[in-house]
C-alpha cells in the first residue's frame, strides 16, 4: 500500500471501477464495474496491468490529480484534453507522471467517461472481491473527492509494449447500436426500432434514460412479475419512454423489457452523452 | 417436472420461462447444481423466471436446450420444504398496522398473528443487496402498495405488498405497508455469504417487546 495519487479536483463525478462483481445476482448485487468495459480495458492493458486492476472512472473530465510518487497512467474512453504539469499529452497513450507532477483532465469533446489507469492499480479495499462503486446499491468505495488520497498497488511484472493505442474516440454525432428483440417484445403496440431517441439528461450509471414519442402497452397485460434484468436490456416503463440499462443497473425489474443491446455495443451505449441520438438497428441471432 | 419456455435477452443471457414460483425454485436449485459445469456467469431467479447468463460468444441455442431439458428434470420445488428456516425478531409497531388492519379486516393482533402464524418462503431478490421478496405467507395479508410511496423506510422495517413480505436492508424510499421492524442483519460485508436471506429458505417472524 503506498499513495499514489491526491485528487485535486473531481469534475462532475470521478469513481473508482474495475471488471465488478459479476454472478452475485441472486443475492441482489449487481455486477456494476467499468461503464465502457472496453476503454476501461485498453486503459490497463496500456500500462501493461492486470485485468483485474481498477482505474478511475471521470465523467465528462474535469479530473485533477497530483502524483505523489513517480507512475506511469494512460487516459482511455472520451478524449478529455490532458495535461502534465501545463504540457499537452496524448489520448489513450502511455504517460508518465513524476512525483509531484499534476495530471489535468479539461473537458471530453465527444464521448462521457473516460478512464484514468495508473501501472499498479488503484488500491482502495475491496468489496466483495471488487473496488468498483456500485452507485445503485452504494457497494465500494465512496465517490473521489477533493483531498481523496488513493493508494496504487505494486507495479505488475509486465512492461507496457505500446506508447500509444490507435482507437477511435466515441462518435459526437448520431449513435447507431445493434440489439435484439427482447423476452417482452410483445409488450408494446410500437416499434423501438422504427424510431430515434435521445440520450435524457436524467440519465446515470444505472441507465441511459431516453427521450422520444413514448412507446404504448399492449393493453391489458396487466403487471409483470419481477424478472431479471440483464447489462443492456431496453425497459418500458409506464411512461412509454425507455431506460437502456448499464452498469448499475437493478438485478431484477417489473417492466417489460423490449430489446436488448448486444454485448459489445453496451459500452458505446455507455458513453453517449445527455442531447445525443441513439438508434437501435436489430440484430438477427 | 416443470415446463420452461426459453425467451430471448441478447446475446449473453437466456430467460428461462416457468408456470409459478414454485417451479422458479425447482429449476433455480437445478441451475446452480450445473453452475461451474455449464460455466454460468449469473443465475438470476425472478418470480416466473430464471435468468441465467454467459459470456459472450457462447451460442445460446445449444444452451437454451439444455437448461430446458435440466428444468424438465429437475425435482420439484415442494420436495424442498425442509430448506433452512431463519427466525427474524419483529417489533410490531409500524405506522400502517392500523391500514392493513382496515385493509384486511383484521385486528392489529390478528395481523400481527397472521404475520407470525406461518413460515415465509424466499422468493427471490431484487431492489437492494440482501432484500428478498417473502412469498407464501398467510393469503388474509395480501394488501395493495400505499397510494404514497414514503421518501424515507428506515432501515430494518418489515412491510407487506401484494402477496409478499419483506424487509428493508437499508433506508430507501419505498412504498411498502409497513408493520414493524426488525434488528436482524440482512445484509453484513463481514459474514460469508452477507446475505442472510437466500432463495430456497424460509423465514419465521417473530413477535417481540423491544
Do not use: K
Request: glycine share 12%.
Amino acid at each position: 500500500m503506498r499513495a499514489g495519487l491526491t485528487v485535486l479536483a473531481t469534475g462532475p463525478l470521478a469513481l473508482v471501477q474495475d471488471r465488478g462483481r459479476p454472478g452475485l445476482g441472486g443475492t441482489g448485487v449487481g455486477c456494476s464495474g467499468a461503464a465502457d468495459r472496453r476503454s476501461h480495458d485498453l486503459a490497463n492493458r496500456l500500462v501493461a496491468n492486470d485485468p483485474g486492476a481498477a482505474s478511475i472512472e471521470v465523467t465528462l473530465g474535469g479530473l485533477q490529480v497530483r502524483a505523489e510518487v513517480d507512475l506511469t497512467v494512460a487516459v482511455t474512453g472520451a478524449p478529455a484534453p490532458a495535461d502534465v504539469a501545463g504540457t499537452p499529452v496524448g489520448h489513450a497513450a502511455v504517460l508518465r507522471l513524476r512525483a509531484g507532477q499534476v495530471l489535468t483532465l479539461g473537458w471530453a469533446p465527444s464521448g462521457l467517461r473516460s478512464y484514468l489507469a495508473v501501472r499498479g492499480g488503484i488500491d482502495v479495499a475491496p468489496v466483495l472481491g471488487s473496488r468498483a462503486t456500485d452507485v445503485l446499491s452504494g457497494l465500494g468505495p465512496p465517490p473521489l473527492a477533493v483531498g481523496t488520497v488513493l493508494p496504487v498497488g505494486p507495479a505488475p511484472h509486465g512492461a507496457p509494449v505500446v506508447d500509444q493505442a490507435p482507437v477511435a474516440v466515441p462518435a459526437a454525432g448520431p449513435l447507431v447500436v445493434r440489439a435484439r428483440r427482447g423476452p417482452r417484445a410483445d409488450w408494446v403496440r410500437d416499434d423501438l426500432f422504427a424510431r430515434p431517441w435521445t440520450i435524457s439528461s436524467r440519465s446515470d450509471r444505472i441507465g441511459a434514460r431516453l427521450d422520444g414519442a413514448p412507446l404504448h402497452p399492449v393493453e391489458g397485460r396487466g403487471e409483470l412479475p419481477s424478472e431479471g434484468l440483464v447489462r443492456g436490456a431496453v425497459q418500458v416503463p409506464p411512461s412509454g419512454e425507455p431506460v437502456l440499462f448499464l452498469a448499475d443497473h437493478p438485478v431484477t425489474g417489473g417492466y417489460p423489457v423490449v430489446a436488448v443491446v448486444l454485448d459489445a455495443d453496451v459500452d458505446l451505449a455507455a458513453q453517449a452523452r445527455p442531447g445525443q441520438q441513439i438508434r437501435f438497428q436489430e440484430a438477427r441471432p | 417436472m416443470p415446463e420452461a419456455r426459453v425467451l430471448p435477452c441478447g446475446d449473453t443471457s437466456l430467460l428461462l420461462e416457468v408456470v409459478d414460483l414454485d417451479a422458479v425454485l425447482a429449476v433455480a436449485a437445478a441451475v446452480e447444481e450445473v453452475r461451474a459445469e455449464l460455466a454460468l456467469l449469473d443465475v438470476v431467479p425472478g418470480a416466473r423466471t430464471v435468468l441465467v447468463t454467459v459470456e459472450p460468444g457462447r451460442a445460446l441455442g445449444p444452451l437454451g436446450q439444455r437448461l430446458q431439458d435440466l428444468a424438465r428434470t429437475a425435482p420439484d420445488a415442494a420436495a424442498a420444504r425442509h430448506g433452512d428456516e431463519t427466525r427474524i425478531e419483529v417489533v410490531y409497531d409500524g405506522p400502517d398496522l392500523d391500514e392493513v388492519a382496515a385493509l384486511t379486516g383484521l385486528s392489529r393482533q390478528q395481523v400481527v398473528r397472521a404475520h407470525t402464524g406461518t413460515p415465509w418462503r424466499i422468493g427471490f431478490g431484487g431492489f437492494a443487496p440482501g432484500f428478498v421478496y417473502l412469498v407464501d405467507g398467510d393469503p388474509r395479508l395480501a394488501v395493495p402498495r400505499r397510494t404514497e410511496s414514503r421518501t424515507s423506510v428506515p432501515a430494518g422495517s418489515v412491510g407487506l405488498a401484494g402477496a409478499f413480505s419483506g424487509i428493508y436492508p437499508r433506508a430507501s424510499p419505498g412504498g411498502w405497508q409497513l408493520l414493524g421492524r426488525t434488528g436482524a442483519p440482512l445484509f453484513d460485508l463481514d459474514r460469508d455469504p452477507p446475505a442472510l436471506l437466500r432463495t430456497g429458505g424460509w423465514v419465521r417472524f417473530v413477535a417481540v417487546l423491544s
